[in-house]
């Protein structure tokens, strides 16, 4: 089973409002496996993003005003769009996985509408998991992420989460010296629904507030059920 799958196609849909931002943000991806032993699978991707951003001139906060590319918009409305692409690797197992990526390669070359945002670097993202059944009703998932980018302090993330009787999920995660979260969510036959309140700490300035996050995943080709006795259903 950990060998199944050889080609994988997945879309993925991104909404946030942030201030005067709000962002949508599309991306389609086909990832191919490659086999290295009788356990472990490289596998190799690419996705084209398509990302649209309004500014809502009513919104800019005093320190937006003071950005002269910025300050330019109050009262009035404003979109731009970023066609991008991102590339990556990764190590699998069905216990766990290593992986490298990049996105923004093209560092937003192609855009249209208005520019209102100066640069759009690459980022270089390395994740890793580790997943393990303790019982037939309880198995514990880790997860680690960071992320570096020119001008934006790296960005590091730890996960834990348990999955109960293959239904639901409890986690607790945090951003280093940036933001804790809580997270819960559910898992049907082929729908999986999470929620994430995520608060800073130490009063850092790039979270002023509390975030709530909703995802929603639906599985096209296969159920959210064990093929082996000891599977864990998601990372």
Do not use: C
């Amino acid at each position: 089973p950990a060998l199944m799958g050889k080609n994988a196609l997945s879309v993925n849909m991104l909404q946030d409002t942030y201030g005067a931002f709000r962002e949508t943000e599309l991306i389609v991806s086909y990832a191919s496996r490659v086999r290295l032993t009788e356990k472990h699978n490289l596998r190799l991707g690419a996705g084209v993003s398509y990302q649209n951003i309004r500014l809502d001139g009513n919104a800019l906060t005093s320190e937006d005003l003071n950005d002269p590319t910025l300050g330019q918009y109050l009262g009035g409305f404003s979109d731009m769009q970023v066609v991008d692409f991102n590339i990556g690797l990764a190590l699998t197992h069905s216990k766990y996985y290593l992986s490298y990526g990049m996105h923004r390669v093209g560092g937003g070359a192609i855009i249209s509408g208005d520019e209102f945002i100066d640069s759009y670097p690459a980022s270089s993202i390395i994740q890793g998991g580790y997943r393990e059944a303790l019982s037939p009703n309880v198995a514990l998932i880790f997860n680690a992420y960071y992320r570096t980018q020119k001008d934006v302090n790296d960005n590091f993330e730890l996960n834990l989460k348990t999955l109960l009787m293959d239904r639901f999920w409890l986690g607790l995660g945090t951003r280093v010296n940036n933001a804790t979260n809580l997270q819960m969510g559910i898992l049907t036959k082929r729908l999986r629904i999470g929620y994430l309140f995520e608060f800073p700490v130490g009063g850092d300035y790039n979270l002023p507030g509390n975030t709530h996050e909703f995802t929603a995943v639906f599985n096209l080709f296969r159920d959210n059920t064990r093929r082996t006795e000891n599977e864990v259903l998601i990372w």
